[in-house]
Nanobody, 129 residues
Framework: VQLQASGGGLVQAGGSLRLSCAAS????????MGWFRQAPGKEREFVAA????????YYTDSVKGRFTISRDNTKNTVYLQMNSLKPEDTAVYFC???????????????????????WGQGTLVTVSS
């Protein structure tokens, strides 16, 4: 599977952005999908995830209530709506897919996204104060 993330940019604090991640292939609807971010000088952080059906979602504490992950399986695309952005949200954001259908969503969350095995290139989000 190939993943293409887009939608990053420069935004003022309090603003919003929507990231998109388009996937190739015919089995997107079976994938757990996730978003990670990595700020300069910091470790990669697991931000959000969504189950193949969209019923289950996960958010790291720092983005709860501000970010929303969603997916459109008819378009092979997962989204990350980011509202009330803060300077500390500045990072390169990556999307990832779990292509092994035997790995449950709960295991993806418990593993902090580790079981996600396909990665796209990042998109830079910069939030100015």
């Amino acid at each position: 599977v190939q993943l293409q993330a887009s939608g990053g940019g420069l935004v003022q604090a309090g603003g919003s952005l929507r990231l998109s991640c388009a996937a190739s292939g015919r089995t997107f609807s079976t994938y757990t999908m996730g978003w990670f971010r990595q700020a300069p000088g910091k470790e990669r952080e697991f931000v959000a995830a969504i189950s193949w059906s969209g019923v289950s979602t996960y958010y790291t504490d720092s983005v709860k209530g501000r970010f929303t992950i969603s997916r459109d399986n008819t378009k092979n695309t997962v989204y990350l709506q980011m509202n009330s952005l803060k300077p500390e949200d500045t990072a390169v954001y990556f999307c990832a897919a779990g292509t092994n259908p035997k790995i449950a969503f709960s295991h993806v969350v418990a593993g902090a996204g580790g079981p996600l095995d396909a990665w796209g290139q990042g998109t830079l989000v910069t939030v100015s104060s």
